[in-house]
């Protein structure tokens, strides 16, 4: 199982962007899937978290009513929308998942671990300047 996230970048106060998460290897389809993030000197943060068994999506507090998580099943993806970015908002995310059930309201609400999911990708680094 491989996740790569992309479309990480420098913003400015305001700004958007689009991080993409392609997944790959899973024999079936996954339970939950979550973008995470972390800012230096900082815990990981649960930012967003589609379930596949509601269709529900949440959202921290934080990013409600500007980011915006949806699926392309048929492209194996899994797209963060950030709208009206600020400083804030800067630091490495990170799309994760596992093979086993996982309730997104618990990663959300937090605290999150690395070995709380098995399944990583690569962090994609999102700056927010002035």
């Known amino acids: 199982v491989q996740l790569q996230a992309s479309g990480g970048g420098l913003v400015q106060i305001g700004g958007s962007l689009r991080l993409s998460c392609v997944t790959s290897?899973?024999?079936?389809?996954?339970?939950?899937i979550a973008w995470f993030r972390q800012a230096p000197g900082k815990e990981l943060e649960g930012v967003s978290c589609?379930?596949?068994?509601?269709?529900?999506?949440y959202y921290a507090d934080s990013v409600k009513g500007r980011f915006t998580m949806f699926r392309e099943k048929f492209k194996n993806t899994v797209n963060l929308e950030m709208n009206n970015l600020t400083p804030e908002d800067s630091a490495v995310y990170y799309c994760?998942?596992?093979?086993?059930?996982?309730?997104?309201?618990?990663?959300?609400?937090?605290?999150?671990?690395?070995?709380?999911?098995?399944?990583w990708g690569k962090g994609t680094q999102v700056t927010v300047s002035s």
């Open positions: 994760a998942t596992d093979s086993v059930p996982f309730p997104c309201q618990v990663v959300i609400r937090g605290p999150i671990h690395r070995n709380s999911l098995n399944y």
């Open positions: 290897g899973f024999t079936s389809d996954y339970y939950a």
């Open positions: 589609f379930s596949v068994s509601d269709g529900t999506t």
